[in-house]
């Protein structure tokens, strides 16, 4: 059953988001030797290792947030086509979170499209999987694109995000669940919404 976006509020954000690492947090990511929970739980907890902000910690915790509340479901290897699940996370998390975070999550493929085109290496350390979703996505950006990312006000933040995607595959890899993110995801809904009158 689908939820009923319209019914989220600054108060229950953070349980919805749970209950979807509860859920659907042991799916495959996206032929990757972890599950879906564990890529995002890792970019957060890496994050948090780096001594990163608490909003850089939540935008890699939830950067992947859209494979699940995507109409279209998640990526497998057989897709010949996108299913921009970049941007049906942040249609969901726009109205709760800072642009910082939404932009963190709505460019998140943009980004690796952009490292492609200016960091030679990295397209080389690229898994099978993210290569393939780089087909689907645009393959490398252009001059032209790469000059307007550029652009954007957070893009230092959006290209950290994106690393911290990246390094979050990890087999194995120990790390707090999602309870131990909750306040501090709350926190930052809270500065942004304005938290509730006691």
Do not use: W
Not at 45 to 70: M, P, R, Y
Not at 97 to 121: E, G, M, N, Q, W
Not at 122 to 150: D, R, T
Not at 163 to 191: C, E, N, S, W
């Amino acid at each position: 059953m689908k939820p009923d976006h319209e019914k989220l509020t600054s108060e229950n954000i953070v349980a919805f988001i749970g209950d979807i690492f509860e859920r659907r947090g042991g799916e495959e990511y996206l032929g990757e030797p972890v599950t879906m929970a564990e890529h995002m739980l890792q970019g957060a907890c890496l994050a948090e290792q780096q001594g990163e902000a608490e909003i850089i910690v939540v935008a890699a915790l939830l950067h992947d947030i859209g494979h699940f509340t995507s109409e279209f479901g998640t990526f497998s290897m057989e897709d010949t086509k996108d299913k921009h699940h970049e941007e049906a996370g942040a249609k969901v998390l726009e109205r709760f979170f800072p642009s910082l975070v939404v932009d963190c999550v709505r460019l998140h493929v943009a980004a690796k499209r952009y490292i492609c085109a200016t960091d030679p290496r990295y397209l080389s350390e690229l898994s099978a999987a993210s290569i393939h979703s780089l087909k689907l996505q645009g393959g490398p950006m252009n001059p032209a694109e790469v000059e307007e990312f550029e652009r954007h006000p957070n893009v230092k933040e959006i290209v950290k995000v994106r690393y911290l995607d990246d390094a979050g595959k990890i087999a194995g890899m120990r790390t707090p669940g999602f309870a131990h993110y909750a306040p501090m995801v709350q926190r930052v809904v809270d500065a942004h919404c304005g938290a509730p009158a006691v």
